[in-house]
């Protein structure tokens, strides 16, 4: 500062932010500045202004420590928390100085340089969570991905760390340099074994002298291997290696292709599966495609095709190792070191209910076999009972090498697709019911056994006539088209037709009329039976209708003109999954029946079986049925959504106190109409202290239409900070009478919140000082987490320390320190402040008790306790004049009681006589 109007230069040194934790344990603020004095002119003082983030001047008068009239320093230590009480925002300062010229004049001169500025700040750390999701199940990977995002309020970089905790604390990995607001990827350093976890992330940051940390919420992580996942040649071999523990599989998941050299490596693992699931890999005409070596013992390969390697698979120093199901075409497709002492296995047990091979066979054993000119043992075998399976073993033996695959696959030369039988019986008088069809059908392709069979389905859904129209419901193998057909009726007769494969059933199913007469049980014909007719059977015409409108109309039509009683035809429906949900409608009389049922206004929609019953008063045959399976359902809701607004409540203040709030939760469907609408609260994952429902949704919401209920949820004081999940969940009736429901998920962020409070917050002690004084006092964590080290000592202020002291009943208080261990969540704690006075000097004295907090380590709430005693030793004494008119010639004795009135001891009372006209003698 130069006080002759000359620029000065400020340079501003130190640090000019710190956090407001920082400040309970350091409030020293150290503002000073360089003055050069005029010549002649001596300095007089310094000043500064201090404008407060409120808007509000504080002046403060800066010391020296040398001559006014030198060049020097001027200074003023400030503490924050007594001066400006920690107030966050930006302080500006601005420099004053004046000095007496030589002619007597003062000069005022605000220092020209820019203004200063320092701040108080909250600085944070937050820290957000996106994977594993919490309560995750990690069935593929024992080195999982955490994936969170670190911010801080201040600063480039953080340190953070990823825990683990399954009773045991496992730090997985420490990165010191994580960007600030960056999503960051940490993979675990360690294979975790099957079992359940809790992890988090903890990070810090530095600034300057400041330290903050914080703590991520926790969540449950379960690893329950099903099975390992790699795509590569270098992860699976990674995987097998390194991760994969004893018992575990490992899958392959997408197909390997041109890879040079060597491809998957066991590396000396034991008891692993390797299973490719039908995937490829390629290799470029060199080196191995899996390389069982260093003792790899007990793994099993399978379900891999291996393919233009120098040798598919290389075992060297391996036994009992199982390799079956896989399609082996290299130069060499599997090379046993001789010097191996043991066997390894290339085949398991036969089994043909229903698998597909690798090569799309019927029966899972051994390997296929092949070679690059198509010549290889699978190739050439001779499978003379068609299953698929070499009729020879394949001896693989190499010296003391010794591995076999007695059930190598064979080249599929025809598909059968099995056939399809229903039950015949006959009655009494040798008549035939027929109930199924046996189908044997020539097939236009070259095969071994020169017919197949194959399955035409259930037999319901066919015309029987001159040509049978049927939906083939068989293997992949065949082909639509018109074959020539054999049909079996009884047991050696057979008659041809015309058999026509579609791919669909028709929408629409017909039965038609067609009854046999006389012995002659082949000639099935349709028309008019006569009166000449032995016997005959009814089959019926069946039409249904759209199924997806409503009402449903069966319409049924008997032909006949037999000379008999009319009968009553009979149409039922049975739901299959519910039989209690049946309806029977009938005609009587008639030859046609037309019925309408009503969906869902007579039955719910669902699967039923329809049955179709005729009956007449024939004497050789009452009554024919049919029955076939519908579904009816009216279209039911599946475009219904679930809103909750707001999808995320952040409660940042969460104390002592319950804390409410309200969320809406709104229930639409665009499409459909939706009956008796609620919404309720499926899974309360936070815990609320009462739940209540505000609004109510209407009998029914209209296509487009939306109902939202309002909820007002109360959280329970001093609930610990995490990410809450609430499962809300909407259910309806749809119009054919089925429930529906759908749900969605809300959240309750709420943020670690210090608190503390103090009751109450001043102390006066003006009676009675020369006893001890206790004043009662109460301290309370009112935030939401645990307060370590709370400490309470006497500040600041002209109470000597040696006046007070501190107690408390709690079991958590160190009498030593003056400090309890911790304060739980909204917990209270009593104390106790005893004033000794032990000097009587006469003043007001006053001090400052703070009472500091930690959280996660670092300084954290803070409360004060003013105190104030007033020292104020008084007396009065019972006579102030002394008034003496008679017999001076005696001498007088004149009583005077002095009292002690103040509130401490007097000591040292002298009596004194000041003379006036009276002579002191």
């Avoid at 340079?11 to 003055?35: F, M």
């Avoid at 071994?448 to 319901?460: C, H, P, Q, R």
Wanted: negative net charge.
């Amino acid at each position: 500062i130069s006080i002759r109007n000359t620029q000065a230069i400020f340079n501003s040194t130190g640090t000019n932010l710190t956090d407001v934790d920082y400040l309970q344990s350091n409030p020293t603020l150290n503002i000073s500045c360089l003055v050069y004095r005029n010549l002649d002119n001596p300095i007089n003082s310094v000043w500064i202004n201090i404008t407060l983030p409120n808007g509000t001047d504080q002046t403060y008068f800066l010391q020296n420590t040398s001559s006014r009239n030198q060049t020097q320093i001027w200074y003023i230590t400030l503490n924050t928390s007594k001066e400006f009480q920690n107030l966050l925002g930006n302080y500006t300062v601005t420099f004053f100085a004046n000095s007496t010229l030589s002619n007597g004049s003062v000069i005022t001169q605000e220092i020209p340089a820019p203004t200063t500025q320092f701040s108080i700040e909250q600085m944070n750390i937050t820290i957000t969570l996106y994977s594993p999701e919490n309560n995750a199940v990690n069935t593929t990977d024992r080195t999982p991905d955490f994936t969170f995002k670190p911010i801080t309020t201040h600063g480039e970089n953080l340190s953070c760390t990823v825990y683990l905790n399954n009773g045991t604390l496992i730090p997985i990995y420490h990165n010191s340099s994580v960007p600030n607001a960056t999503i960051t990827v940490i993979t675990s350093n360690t294979t975790l074994l099957d079992g359940n976890y809790t992890w988090w992330v903890n990070c810090s940051a530095e600034y300057s002298v400041i330290h903050k940390q914080n703590q991520s919420e926790i969540r449950n992580l379960s690893i329950q291997i099903i099975a390992l996942e790699c795509s590569s040649c270098a992860e699976c071999s990674r995987i097998i290696q390194k991760e994969a523990l004893s018992g575990d599989t490992v899958q392959l998941t997408a197909d390997i292709t041109n890879t040079a050299e060597t491809c998957i490596s066991f590396g000396g693992t034991d008891n692993i599966t390797f299973d490719c699931t039908g995937h490829t890999i390629q290799g470029n005409n060199s080196g191995y495609g899996i390389w069982l070596n260093d003792s790899s013992d007990n793994n099993t390969i399978k379900n891999c095709i291996i393919t233009n390697f120098s040798y598919g698979i290389y075992i060297n120093s391996s036994t009992l190792n199982l390799i079956y199901n896989n399609h082996l075409n290299n130069t060499q497709n599997v090379y046993l070191d001789p010097n191996i002492s043991g066997e390894n296995y290339f085949n398991t047990s036969l089994n043909c209910s229903g698998q597909t091979n690798i090569i799309g066979g019927p029966c899972i054993g051994g390997n296929y076999w092949t070679s690059p000119s198509g010549t290889g043992i699978s190739d050439i075998c001779q499978d003379l009972d068609g299953y698929g399976i070499c009729d020879s073993e394949y001896n693989l033996t190499n010296q003391t090498a010794i591995a076999y695959d007695y059930l190598p696959l064979a080249k599929i030369h025809a598909t059968r697709a099995g056939y399809f039988v229903k039950n015949q019986t006959f009655d009494v008088y040798g008549r035939v019911n027929i109930t199924g069809y046996y189908f044997r059908t020539d097939l236009n392709e070259s095969i071994a056994d020169d017919s197949s069979t194959f399955s035409l389905g259930t037999g319901e859904n066919v015309n029987i006539g001159e040509n049978i129209t049927l939906a083939w419901n068989g293997s992949a193998y065949a082909k639509s088209g018109t074959y020539t057909s054999r049909i079996f009726v009884g047991d050696n007769e057979t008659v041809w037709k015309s058999l026509e494969i579609v791919n669909s059933t028709p929408e629409n199913t017909s039965i038609s009329v067609y009854y046999y007469y006389s012995d002659d049980l082949i000639s099935w014909t349709s028309g008019n039976i006569g009166q000449t007719a032995r016997f005959f059977r009814y089959m019926l015409v069946l039409n249904t209708s759209n199924t997806s409108i409503t009402p449903v109309v069966y319409s049924v039509t008997i032909n006949r003109t037999h000379k008999s009683t009319p009968g009553k035809i009979t149409i039922t429906l049975v739901n299959i999954n519910n039989p209690s949900y049946t309806l029977s409608k009938t005609c009587s009389d008639t030859a046609i029946c037309e019925k309408e049922f009503l969906f869902p206004a007579e039955l719910p929609g669902g699967n039923y079986t329809v049955s179709i019953t005729a009956e007449n008063s024939s004497a050789w045959y009452e009554n024919a049925s049919t029955s076939f399976v519908r579904y009816f359902e009216e279209p039911v809701a599946t475009d219904v959504v679930l809103i909750p607004d707001p999808e995320t409540e952040v409660i940042t203040n969460m104390t002592s106190d319950d804390y409410s709030f309200l969320i809406n939760l709104t229930v639409v469907s665009e499409t459909t109409t939706l009956h008796y609408p609620d919404i309720q609260l499926d899974d309360d994952g936070l815990g609320f202290k009462s739940v209540e429902n505000l609004t109510s949704c209407p009998s029914m919401l209209s296509p487009g239409e939306s109902c939202t209920k309002v909820f007002n949820l109360t959280v329970p004081g001093g609930k610990a900070p995490g990410l809450y999940s609430l499962i809300w969940g909407a259910v309806w009736i749809n119009n054919n009478g089925s429930s529906g429901s759908v749900q969605n998920t809300s959240h309750v962020d709420i943020k670690s919140n210090p608190g503390l409070t103090v009751s109450p917050t001043n102390l006066t002690a003006d009676q009675n000082l020369s006893q001890s004084q206790i004043f009662d006092f109460t301290v309370q964590n009112t935030g939401n987490v645990v307060l370590d080290n709370v400490h309470v000592y006497l500040a600041s202020g002209t109470i000597p320390s040696s006046w007070v002291s501190f107690y408390s009943t709690s079991t958590k208080w160190n009498d030593t320190t003056d400090t309890w261990s911790y304060l739980a969540s909204t917990e209270p704690a009593p104390l106790q402040i005893n004033i000794t006075v032990t000097n009587y000097t006469p003043a007001n004295y006053s001090g400052i008790v703070n009472i500091t907090s930690e959280y996660l380590g670092s300084p954290s709430a803070y409360q004060l306790i003013y105190l104030e005693v007033n020292v104020s030793p008084n007396f009065t004494i019972s006579q102030t004049l002394i008034n003496i008119t008679q017999n001076l010639s005696q001498t007088h004795i004149q009583h005077i009681q002095i009292n002690s009135t103040g509130n401490s001891p007097i000591t040292n009372v002298t009596v004194t006589y000041i003379s006036q006209n009276l002579p002191a003698s």
